[in-house]
């Protein structure tokens, strides 16, 4: 593990969430996302770290699941994710070598082979768990990104750190 890691960049559909699009009768869509993940990309913001999304599709309930956790960099609609790490390098200042990403499908590939530590979800296809340095035992939507979290954090030595914002060690 490369302790230097100082962004978290995620897919959306089949990371944060189970990959399911709901549709309501107007035709409207939703995703469900987990609630674990969200406090693990908080947490991971409050430790001083930062947070990416990187998705090939579009729409509102991304950007709204996003400014809800604070997470800066939102790249939707992105066709070549090698050319939105691209971006992201630029805009955050954080180098390839710095980023670890989940992802779970082949659009991920790109990306998954740029960055320092490349993650794949548990129902991920075979081709990005074989890049992958890190697989989770959940599946996508079902607190991965929780997951893929609480191992960074303790591959950094900061997993301590982080339960005492919650649990201070010294508390009745």
């Known amino acids: 593990m490369n302790p230097t890691i100082q962004l978290l960049a995620l897919d959306v559909d089949g990371v944060l969430t189970d990959g399911g699009i709901y549709l309501d009768d107007s035709g409207r869509e939703s995703k469900r996302f987990d609630v674990t993940d969200g406090f693990a990309l908080r947490l991971w913001a409050r430790l001083g770290l930062h947070t990416a999304i990187i998705t090939g599709r579009s ?21 070549d994710k090698a050319l939105a790490l691209a971006d992201l390098v630029a805009a955050s200042g954080v180098q390839p070598q710095a980023i670890a990403f989940l992802g779970d499908d ?51 030595g900061r997993l301590d750190e982080a339960r005492a914002l919650y649990d201070p060690p010294n508390a009745r």
């Open 59 to 79: 729409g509102g309930t991304v950007l709204h699941r996003a400014a809800y956790l604070g997470i800066p960099h939102v790249h939707l609609d992105a066709k």
């Open 106 to 156: 082949w659009p991920d590939l790109p990306i998954l082979r740029r960055v320092g530590y490349p993650m794949a979800v548990a129902n991920a296809r075979p081709e990005v768990k074989a890049l992958a340095r890190f697989v989770t035992a959940a599946p996508g939507g079902s607190g991965a990104v929780r997951e893929a979290v609480e191992h960074l954090l303790a591959s950094m």
